[in-house]
């Protein structure tokens, strides 16, 4: 299983980016999605959602209105849309895959991609 993350860059606070995360070894659409971020000196944290095959999504409340997380199954691809970026967002993004698989919650994770805001 492969999750390749791409997209990450420097921008200005205010500017926009697209992340987006490939998956390769798996069924995509039976996997709910995630993006979390770490940035230096704080924990990971949780960004956004979006369940198996799509529908309702989830993000935090620090993004939530300037992010969002859509899905294209028939590209094995979830992308996070990024507007109005704020310093506080400059962080390694990594894309997760999950699924419930018998009784056993499987994970996957992705690189992670360097997202950069200056003020």
């Known amino acids: 299983v492969q999750l390749v993350e791409s997209g990450g860059g420097s921008v200005q606070s205010g500017g926009s980016l697209k992340l987006s995360c490939k998956v390769s070894?798996?069924?995509?659409?039976?996997?709910?999605m995630f993006w979390y971020r770490h940035s230096p000196g704080k924990e990971r944290e949780y960004v956004a959602a979006?369940?198996?095959?799509?529908?309702?999504?989830d993000y935090d409340g620090s993004v939530k209105g300037r992010f969002t997380i859509p899905r294209d199954d028939a590209r094995s691809t979830v992308f996070l849309h990024m507007n109005s970026l704020k310093p506080a967002d400059t962080a390694v993004y990594y894309c997760?895959?999950?699924?419930?698989?018998?009784?056993?919650?499987?994970?996957?994770w992705g690189q992670g991609v360097q997202v950069t805001v200056s003020p």
């Open positions: 979006i369940p198996a095959g799509g529908g309702a999504t």
């Open positions: 997760n895959a999950a699924a419930r698989i018998g009784v056993e919650l499987t994970n996957y």
């Open positions: 070894g798996l069924t995509f659409s039976d996997w709910a």
